[in-house]
């Protein structure tokens, strides 16, 4: 059973379930200061040649799951990249028809996983999902998006480390409790791609290590109910889109997908 003075019984279940291998392409493993990782996020895209954009402010997500709602409130105050990067795909529809291809609930609740687009091809072997990317259409090359945690009492997010490899030892402003969502990486922390996960519980051994970006504000119980292979049948911006700005500073409102 796994108990709570175990504590690497936990990190062996952090390994084994939320860290995404990426098959093919690998981001480039960039490292920098603190100080450098508090700069601007524009002045952080490293990873990626494309143009990662940025939620300011908020952004309502509504996935339909089984027929039932599960509504998602992204953060771009606190996670501006990595929650605009989640709205932006949405946007794109890239979510829809992807599957959970990842769901640990024992020996106690753990994460739901998903977002692979990989996972939109039935045919695609089950051991490979988890290993696949978004592709931008006008290059065919993965988007990476940097590791982005802020620390509480600061005014700024930490890029492309972890709060422990960085120093910092005050928390994360957006925390691992139940109904988290945030993104999969490998153990490159710039490698977040498409992936995401939802905690089914508090989980705060995950705090500093991966990026938070949003909550489940409604729908937890229908989260509670998926299985492995359980389709988004679709992926909506409810409020917020004119949030979303391209690193220019541009509105990034593209058509919804059909449905």
Known sequence: MFKN??????QILVFCTVALLV??????DTKTSSTEATTSPAAQLSVSSAQVPQLVGTATVLLQVNGKPIEIKADGTNAPL???NFVDLVQRGVYQGTTFHRVVREPEPFVVQGGDPLSKDPST???Q?????FLEPTTSQPRYIPLEIKPEGTDKPIYHQTLRAAG???PPQLKHTRGAVAMAHSTLPDSASSQFYITLADRSFLDG???VFGYVTDGMAVVDQIQPGDRIESAKVTEGLENLKSVGGSSRESPQPST
């Open 5 to 10: 003075n175990c504590p690497w019984l936990r």
């Open 209 to 211: 290590d991966y990026a």
């Open 168 to 170: 910092v030892s005050r």
């Open 23 to 28: 098959a093919c392409t690998s981001p480039q």
């Open 82 to 84: 990595t929650a605009g």
């Open 125 to 127: 072997p089950a051991e």
């Open 129 to 133: 999902l988890g290993t696949g990317s």
